[in-house]
């Protein structure tokens, strides 16, 4: 059974930096892009940045370049999220999601962990 877990969220200020965590299991991780979204409240979920199976090619929506890091650990089973300079237009629950290849889709998602930035 595959499982993803999200930790590190939290309540920030404006400028501040936090660092997500996405921990696997159940699934050989390393064979698999994985990517973080988010969903602000009222909003549709977003894609906000992609990694693949090496940890190279990562790939960040406009919003967050500059700002924010992808990387992952394949001995761990865990991709990172580094957020620096946070803005309270970055509030959201934030997801991480496994890339199935077969069909293109991201099939597994973690529950999310809230990240709320105060202005």
């Known amino acids: 059974q595959v499982q993803l877990v999200e930790s590190g969220g939290g309540l920030v200020q404006a400028g501040g930096s936090l660092r997500l965590s996405c921990a696997a299991s159940g699934l050989t991780f390393s064979y698999y892009t994985v990517a973080w979204f988010r969903q602000a409240p009222g909003e549709e979920r977003a894609f906000v940045a992609g990694?693949?199976?090496?940890?190279?090619?990562?790939d960040y929506v406009d919003s967050v370049k500059g700002r924010f890091t992808i990387s992952r650990d394949n001995a761990k089973n865990t991709v990172y999220l580094q957020m620096n300079n946070l803005k309270p237009e970055d509030t959201a629950v934030y997801y991480c999601?496994?890339?199935?290849?077969?069909?293109?889709?991201?099939?597994?998602w973690g529950p999310g962990t809230q990240v709320t930035v105060s202005s």
């Open positions: 999601a496994v890339l199935e290849r077969s069909s293109g889709r991201y099939k597994y």
């Open positions: 990694v693949s199976w090496s940890g190279g090619d990562p």
